[in-house]
């Protein structure tokens, strides 16, 4: 009697520990699951911030450094023409463009401080090397260019200070529409190769708005009787 | 000792047996507590990440949330080209009440916290959410009271947001954001927190980053600003693609006897 209680005894006690076993092997599981989880989770929204800075020779840092200047001479023109112009069509879009162009060249600086380099590239150097995966039919290649296409010499921006009237206008509608054309090859080769998302969306959105601005200084060129410069 | 324990043995393998049974019948509050313990921590790992991770996906525009107003109900998209400009002189056939995009006026309506307070022109306010502005329109016949004032403070002074009313806006109040809108019945509706947070200068949005909000003298007076037209605009309007409406084809005869069906 006293064995078979104590046989039956034992046997509810491994049902038991089972059962308990079980209990704990599934709550260990389940903290398993939920911190690993966590973790995954964790790591993903780290990750979203910690991107290497993009270096000296990246896609990313030429089309800053290189939209920058190019920015710059725009802002340049369209001040000029916001000043100057005696037309209020052209003085309104030279604030568009100045004032916009301005901001994102404030925006190309900050990203380069950020990453820790120039927020012009060295003077020596030529530009859009950064495009060597490109074929932009300058003759450049990988060696890159001493001028950026669209950018004007010195005598042209010295011919448009020293312009007034009609004939200021249309050249500087001339001057604009080249720019803004010229810089299209380097905003959608960024659209697509820069590393980083923001990058690419800014690219983007300058490829996007200056081919509609192009449109409409070609239409203001037209309706002030003149056409673009030869090209 | 020895013997003594052996004596005992049988009786005590019962009551150890029993109290096992008990202990079984019972709570094993140990273990109960170690797995409890474990699973609170685990669930608050849990927890503390995933508040984290949602908090960052809220509302908050980045590279990997470009649209955060995605998360919030009731909001219409439409996709719109950029950069078309029509003069001081032209009316745009807008296809939405109120307009949130299209062909604009070249001079954008100051968007530097100005609560207009009569209703500005559609082709100048547009202009502004392409710039990253919101623009909060509401009917002055139904919003008036607490409720206005509680919107102007969402604009008053703040760069990037501007206000005015809209006659005869099928709803109390309507948000637009360049290919954005949301449309209300409340002040109070949380959700007008949530539009703005996901959509003001958010650069992924709209067209031209960094466009400003100022009109700086170039043909806008925020004192005395154009007035909206409450009128359809005629055929010599310019439409959604830039270029004039063009008319219906000329009336024949047919068409002032059209054929019944």
Known sequence: MGNQAGDRADEGQTAGTAKRSAVVYAAAALAVLLVGAAIGMLITLSAVGRDDPPGADSVDVGFAQDMRTHHLQAITMAGWARNGSQDAEIRQLAFDIESTQLDQSGQFSGWLTAWGQPALAPIDQPHMRWMAGAAHGHGDGPAGTEQMPGMATSEELARLRNSTGAEFDVYFLQLMLRHHEGGLEMAAYAADHARLGYVRNMAAKIKQGQQAESTLLTDMLTARGSKPLPS | ?261
């Open chain 2, 1 to 261: 000792m020895a013997s003594g324990t052996k004596k005992k043995g049988k009786p005590n393998a019962v009551k150890a047996a029993r109290a096992s049974v008990v202990a079984k019948k019972g709570k094993p509050w140990g273990t109960i507590a170690a797995v409890v313990a474990v699973l609170l921590l685990a669930g608050g790992v849990f927890g503390y990440a995933y508040v984290k991770v949602s908090a960052a996906e809220k509302f908050l525009p980045a590279d990997d949330n470009k649209d955060p107003s995605e998360k919030i109900a009731g909001v219409v998209r439409q996709t719109y080209s950029p950069g078309q400009h029509v003069d001081a002189t032209q009316r745009v056939a807008y296809d939405q009440s109120p307009p949130f995009g299209g062909p604009h006026d070249g001079v954008w309506a100051d968007c530097t916290g100005i609560v207009y307070p009569t209703a500005v022109r559609n082709e100048n306010m547009v202009h502004t959410l392409e710039h990253g502005a919101i623009w909060i329109a509401y009917n002055p016949d139904t919003v008036t009271g607490p409720a206005l004032d509680k919107l102007k403070s969402l604009v008053d002074n703040k760069p990037y947001m501007v206000m005015s009313p809209y006659p005869g806006l099928d709803r109390p109040i309507s948000l637009q954001s360049w290919g954005h809108q949301l449309k209300l019945d409340s002040a109070d509706d949380e959700r007008i927190d949530q539009f703005i947070r996901s959509l003001r200068t958010n650069v992924y949005q709209h067209p031209e980053p960094g466009g400003r909000c100022d009109s700086n003298g170039t043909g806008f007076n925020p004192a005395a600003p154009p007035p909206f037209v409450a009128e359809q605009p005629g055929p010599d309007a310019i439409g959604m693609d830039g270029k004039p409406v063009t008319p219906a084809p000329p009336a024949a005869p047919t068409s002032s006897a059209p054929p019944t069906q």
